[in-house]
């Protein structure tokens, strides 16, 4: 079965500007969830979207957010990046059998 | 914060059987136990889960203590592959929605040749 995709796989930007990142989710499957990655804080929720609705969120500023479509593909942006935001940003699609991750979007602020 | 505690890390000899515990003292009793894991660079994978019974895949084997405080999961034939952090969580599974996963430290575990 095809896996979660998330592009792009790398990613450099400049405090201040902001990014948008992307997940498309295993076929059929309606969640989409977003984790942020860093040495330091390790593995961190940041949100879940169902059918179009986010249903959980992490502790994480408002500069944080996303969004999910009709095709359950899901979309995070950040805004006035800063350079703390620098990680690994994982998204997953889960049953209540188990998540499934994608290979992450490395963002490294400068 | 994460209701589980790990050791940080641990060796196992290429061809040996891995054992890693988790003591979570705290569970709940809807609360069941996932193992996860990360290699390098790459998204966690999930491994097994279990609520109390023992439960055995293609992957590993999940033991849970009949009081539900701890558990080791055990990879029978570790390779230099199984190199990675390993992750116990603990979480409600709902079939309506998912709850979070809330990640700790895990444990560092090292295959040696």
């Known amino acids: 079965k095809a896996g979660v995709t998330q592009t792009p796989r790398y990613l450099i930007k400049t405090r201040g500007q902001q990014v948008t990142l992307s997940c498309s989710p295993i076929?059929?499957?309606?969640?989409v969830s977003w984790y942020q990655q860093t040495p330091g804080q390790g593995l961190q929720f940041l949100f879940e979207?169902?059918?179009?609705?986010?249903?959980n969120k992490g502790n994480f500023p408002g500069r944080f957010s996303g969004r999910q479509f009709s095709n359950s593909r899901s979309e995070m942006n950040v805004s006035t990046l800063e350079l703390g935001d620098s990680a690994l940003y994982l998204c997953?699609?889960?049953?209540?059998?188990?998540?499934?991750f994608g290979s992450g979007t490395r963002l490294t602020v400068v | 914060d994460a209701k589980t505690t790990q050791p940080p890390s641990m060796d196992c000899a290429e061809g040996r059987a891995a054992n890693l515990p988790c003591n979570h003292s705290?569970?709940?009793?809807?609360?069941?136990v996932y193992w996860y894991r990360q290699i390098h660079s790459q998204g966690p994978q999930y491994i097994i889960h279990?609520?109390?019974n023992n439960e055995t895949n293609e992957m590993a084997s999940l033991i849970i203590t009949e009081d539900r405080k701890s558990s080791t999961l055990i990879l029978p034939h570790a390779t230099l592959r199984d190199t990675a952090v390993y992750y116990c969580?603990?979480?409600?599974?709902?079939?309506?929605?998912?709850?979070?996963?809330?990640f700790g430290k895990g444990t560092r575990l090292s295959v040696i040749a």
């Open positions: 997953a699609t889960g049953t209540d059998y188990g998540y499934t």
């Open positions: 076929s059929g499957h309606r969640s």
């Open positions: 979207y169902f059918s179009e609705t986010q249903r």
């Open positions: 705290t569970i709940s009793g809807n609360e069941y």
């Open positions: 279990g609520l109390k």
């Open positions: 969580i603990v979480r409600v599974r709902q079939f309506s929605g998912n709850t979070p996963l809330v």
